[in-house]
């Protein structure tokens, strides 16, 4: 027995004879309510239901079956049946009893006298059940129906897609019942039709409408309220900055000793929120010093924040504030049991930290070679305490500027000597981009200085054969170097407060040769800003006393060690200062 299975709610159907098609498409006529509610994306429209049943008939005793065809049609309106009601009413079909009930009351036969009912136009179509179309429907799509028609040689009653509906044979009528030959010829459905409002307005030429036209005036409008104040501000509005081009090598891979790792998470927050930007660390015996932004010295012991010494005076709460406050940088201890620091606006000073003595030794503003200090960061100092070493960043920008020096790449940098005994300054080396950190050897034969806007440090020999001489200790670093201090295994630690990722993107090397971003980049935006789009990736890097690379010590995100700006080596650990983070950090030696 053939098994003639109907797609969605269609009732099966059987037929002992396999050559017998059995199309069916049972929407109840109209003197009926509608049985079942339309689905969501159903759309009612004009379209023209043809039924067709072939029902085996039992002949008497004896005899053989005969076969009836009998062929429906009717015709739906797109918003109301026949007799003014809406074709899809919300009564559902209630069971089987109620599908059979219906179709036997308004002729929709079956097989063997069973009695079909469909949801929608459906086609019953001899399929193995196994069989399904995407989407998982049962069936055949057109394409393999008309195949299955034409094996049984019925594809002659179907008109081809494409070719104009046979018109209505006289005589018949939407609720009668026609023969059996206009049935065959009228067999195939009509397509379902696409619901267009004909009186929509005409589209333009171009095939926008008027609201596309409204869209994009609207569009072009906001946008041209957007560039031109950004391009009368371009044109306009000076730069605070007058950069030239820089030439930075591609930064090393950071791979092998340079490989990132979390070691400086490890470390712990000493003091935090009891000091701001404690920029450098010097210990005598046990106790810590610093220099803080808010221009105080202060000393650290037993957990404890005391000051002990101020160069200027006022509010100091903004970067405005710097000049007056006086901001402490550099910082070393001395050999008498003092302290010597470099302050950014007024200059070097020695402090006793026991009497809270505070002697200035070199004003910022003595000209030295017809330029004054403005910008005195970083110092070093012999074992005897006669010369120290000290960087002035820049005779153009201050401290609080230090952002617009990187950008600018301005090589009016400088290396002095300070004598304190005949008090002298000489100028050690000039046009230098940025010279921050400053180190002496242990030998005390050279000076390292560090060139943060060209990523390098630079060596100048003070004694020796090579007296007067200058080189490159290293370049190419992974980062932007800040300070320098020795390290109990000979060589140097170097603080960075962000690197030059490879492989990544370094926006400070992407910026390096196109001037005029960096120009456009200050006209529109502040140092903070900018300061923003900077990576914060803390790096602590150790050089051996020849310059390579020893270990590398990263924070990827400066979640522990932000902005760190000095490695200092004390007692089997390595404190972390920092330029603006509220707190000291401590990391062990050991864990690192």
């Not at 000051?307 to 007056?324: V, Y």
Request: hydrophobic share 35%.
């Amino acid at each position: 027995m053939t098994r003639f299975p109907c797609r969605e709610s269609l009732l099966p159907v059987s037929s002992p004879n396999p050559t017998h098609l059995q199309l069916c498409h049972c929407w109840t006529p109209s003197q009926a309510r509608w049985p079942l509610r339309p689905r969501a994306h159903q759309t009612p429209q004009l379209s023209t239901t043809t039924w067709i049943f072939s029902e085996e008939l039992g002949g008497p005793s004896g005899t053989a079956p005969s076969t009836r065809v009998q062929t429906v049609e009717r015709r739906l309106d797109s918003h109301k049946g026949e007799h003014g009601r809406r074709p899809f009413s919300r009564n559902p079909i209630g069971s089987e009893t109620d599908v059979k009930g219906r179709g036997r009351e308004h002729g929709c036969p079956g097989p063997k006298g069973r009695w079909l009912q469909s949801v929608r136009e459906q086609t019953c179509r001899e399929v193995p059940r196994s069989r399904a179309r995407p989407g998982g429907r049962k069936g055949l799509d057109s394409r393999h129906f008309r195949a299955l028609l034409g094996r049984w040689g019925l594809l002659r009653h179907f008109r081809a897609p494409g070719r104009r509906r046979a018109a209505r044979p006289s005589g018949s009528s939407p609720t009668g019942t026609m023969s059996e030959a206009d049935g065959l010829r009228q067999r195939r459905p009509l397509r379902p039709q696409v619901v267009t409002d004909d009186g929509r307005a005409p589209e333009a030429k171009d095939g926008s409408s008027f609201s596309g036209r409204v869209f994009r005036a609207t569009f072009l409008m906001l946008a041209v309220s957007l560039v031109l104040p950004l391009l009368g501000a371009m044109l306009l509005l000076d730069s605070p900055i007058d950069p030239q081009p820089l030439s930075l090598k591609e930064p090393p891979l950071l791979l092998g000793v340079l490989q990132p790792n979390t070691k400086l998470r490890e470390a712990e927050r000493l003091f935090e929120n009891q000091l701001i930007g404690p920029e450098s660390i010097a210990n005598i015996g046990d106790v810590l010093f610093t220099g803080t932004a808010d221009g105080r010295v202060v000393k650290l012991e037993n957990g404890e924040v005391e000051t002990i010494a101020r160069f200027g005076s006022g509010p100091c709460k903004t970067r405005e504030d710097e000049p007056a406050c006086g901001r402490p940088l550099g910082i070393r201890a001395g050999p008498n049991g003092t302290l010597l620091v470099a302050d950014a606006y007024k200059g070097l000073f020695e402090v006793n930290p026991w009497k809270r003595e505070v002697k200035l030794l070199l004003s910022s503003e003595t000209p030295i070679e017809g330029r004054k200090l403005s910008f005195v960061n970083d110092l070093t100092v012999t074992r005897d305490g006669r010369k120290i070493y000290f960087t002035d960043s820049s005779s153009k920008w201050q401290r609080r500027d230090y952002l617009l020096l990187v950008m600018e790449g301005t090589d009016d940098g400088r290396l002095l000597e300070y004598d304190t005994e005949t008090k002298e300054v000489k100028v050690l080396l000039d046009h230098l981009q940025f010279p921050n950190g400053v180190q002496l050897s242990p030998a005390e034969d050279f000076v390292l200085v560090a060139e943060t806007t060209m990523a390098r440090i630079r060596r100048f020999y003070v004694s020796g054969l090579m007296k007067g001489g200058a080189d490159l200790f290293v370049e190419n670093l992974p980062g932007f170097p800040d300070n320098i201090r020795a390290s109990s295994s000979g060589g140097y630690w170097v603080g960075m407060s962000t690197i030059r990722p490879n492989p990544g993107f370094s926006m400070l090397d992407f910026l390096s040769q196109r001037p005029y971003l960096k120009r456009m980049i200050f006209k529109l935006l502040s140092q903070e800003t900018v300061v923003k789009f900077v990576r914060r990736h803390s790096l602590v890097l150790e050089l051996s006393d020849s310059g390579a690379f020893r270990r590398s010590l990263h924070d990827p995100d400066g979640q522990v060690a932000a902005y760190v700006s000095e490695a200092h080596e004390h007692d089997g650990h390595l404190y972390l200062g920092s330029f603006r983070a509220p707190f000291l950090c401590r990391l062990r030696l050991q864990d690192a």
